[in-house]
């Protein structure tokens, strides 16, 4: 069990070992996990990109639960360098290999693979393959050098746990009163 | 809409049989291969056949090959390129994936099944015991003539007393929850059998020649052997009672032995329910049973099958066939050593996004929903370091250290081929690569 304490880290660890997963090696588990996705935009997709933006605020005010399975903290989505480069920047639970065919079925409800298909280099055959998503994400990975967390290896879903526990002990406190 | 007369019957339909043996082959060159195939394949059941054959016809035969046996009958690199990677791998390479570490790594396995010369599996089915001890000296007889093949291993199983219903060496009533092909629940077959559509689209491409892959299916086989002395030492130390005893080993299931889900008999067995197909698998847990005070979150069929708490369920489905094999262990003996268990198959359309997934994600992540340290019960692979908690009220269970159950002692990925698949690798023809695009008819062909 953790303390409780922040946590930093230099990435990578050294001698650390890569582990397989079910698409080829995973991405090691670290204080801030998750992705930063850096691509080449299309010429001239920039818009469209730019676009979902209010098209995700409109689907998670409509459904607050659509990406849940992606075990998501933080999600922030970059487009710089003029518009001609876009960065995926992901904090979540999970190794990604475990569910990138829940991952690519849940973009393709959502729509957000639209997004992905604007970029440079994303699989044409993305629809069927999850494989070549995953080798996708592996290839435009930015591994971070250095990464913090203030309350490690807790995940999102015991926070809010935690959080509605709180909520309803002092409710149940102020009631004895 | 399936094509029942070129699908094998294996994972579609039953013969009556209580008894059956497994053969796995060898082959030392394709001519080998493809003579032993030649002399079978008549035998070979299809699902029509099977299903419109009377309750007494069991002389069918299953045959199945691991990647190495269709490069063994000669299918060229081209197509063997094309077949999934994990399937290329074999199970024994995907130890790490599968969480076949420790105790359940290939290294402890059984028979031969970890190495490179596994070809074939041909699986004859039989009436009783000794219709399967006759069967199998015929089919001995018969691999004798035919130069270059060999057997490298078998195993002999057999449906444990009482027969009436089916049931492992722990006691637990079995099979009672397959993904339903037909009716309102239907999943659609291409999650199971390559060409159809699947929950997701058209299904995956179609490794090459579309000849050698339509209507086939991956299967995953699992020999696992069950330490009933340890189970049974287990339920004596966490019971006092018979009846408490009963409910540690619902607990583990998810189910009581009778089969009655604790989803609907929460605090007293119910052999009826149990027996009742029509309603031992009618059940849910979002509303339910959200924390698990009835089933427990770990418990080996919530793993199994999340139903409506876990994302496309549909696409996480396997039809499982297999049964029992070694003498059963007289109830209240000691364990005597003897090797039982029960070698099951499980049959789907993609192996790393139903199988594996199962194995990696469900079965033997620690941190599985939430939970710290814990594994599946029954299948996980235990060390003495696993826990496994049990909600209940005023204040939860916790069993600490969990001993292994049972222990992984063989496996294998095969491709089930379909019976024009077995009639093109028997004659070794090499056809033109065709499109690869699955899910839509190329019109007849021979």
Known sequence: MNDLKPIAAALPRKGEKLVKGRYGSMMPVTPANGFTLIAKVKPGSAPTIRAYGQKIEDTIRESPDALAVLRLHYLRWVLFDNDTRFMYIGIFDTDFDKYVEDAVMLFKATGITTIFEQLEGFPADWRDNPAAFAEFCRVHQAPSFMEYAQYPDISAIEVVKAVTMKRALAEALDQLQ | ?????????????????????????????????????????????????????????????????????????????????????????????????????????????????????????????????????????????????????????????????????????????????????????????????????????????????????????????????????????????????????EMVAAKLMGRWRSGAPLALAPEKDDPELGADPHRNNAFNYKDADPKGYAVPLGAHIRRMNLRDTGAHMNRRRMIRRGTTYGRPLPAGAADDGVDRGIASFFGCASLVRQFEFTQNVWVNDPKFQELENERDPIIGTQDGTFDMTIPKRPVRKKFKGLPAFTTVKGGAYFFLPGIRALRYLSAGERPAVSEPRSGESNGART
């Not at chain 2, 195939?37 to 054959?53: K, M, P, Y």
């Not at chain 2, 089916?166 to 006691?171: A, E, I, K, L, P």
């Not at chain 2, 009533?173 to 397959?178: E, F, N, T």
């Open chain 2, 1 to 245: 809409m399936l094509d029942l007369d070129d699908i094998q019957h294996f994972l579609l339909s039953r013969p009556h049989a209580l008894a059956a043996r497994y053969e796995f082959l060898s082959f030392a060159s394709p001519e080998a291969g493809r003579a032993w195939l030649a002399g079978i394949l008549d035998t070979v059941g299809n699902a029509r056949a099977v299903t419109d054959a009377a309750d007494s016809d069991t002389r069918w035969v299953t045959v199945a090959f691991t990647w190495n046996g269709l490069r063994a009958l000669g299918v060229d690199e081209s197509a063997l390129a094309t077949f999934p990677a994990e399937f290329r791998e074999g199970m024994a390479a995907r130890a790490e994936v599968l969480g076949d570490v420790g105790n359940n790594h290939p290294d402890h396995w059984d028979a031969g099944l970890a190495g490179p010369d596994l070809h074939a599996i041909v699986i004859l089915f039989a009436s009783d015991a000794a219709a399967r001890d006759r069967s199998a000296a015929k089919h001995a007889a018969f691999v004798s003539t035919c130069h270059g093949a060999r057997v490298l291993s078998s195993l002999d199983l057999e449906s444990l007393p009482p027969i009436e219903y089916s049931h492992d060496h722990f006691g637990y009533r079995d099979k009672l929850s397959q993904p339903a092909l037909e009716g309102p629940d239907a999943i659609k077959p291409g999650e199971f059998i390559l060409g159809y559509p699947d929950e997701d689209g058209n299904g995956p491409n179609l490794p090459q020649p579309e000849v050698l892959s339509r209507n086939g299916s991956y299967l995953a086989y699992r020999r696992l052997q069950e330490h009933v002395g340890a189970f049974r030492d287990f339920l004596a130390q966490n019971g006092r009672t018979a009846e408490e005893q």
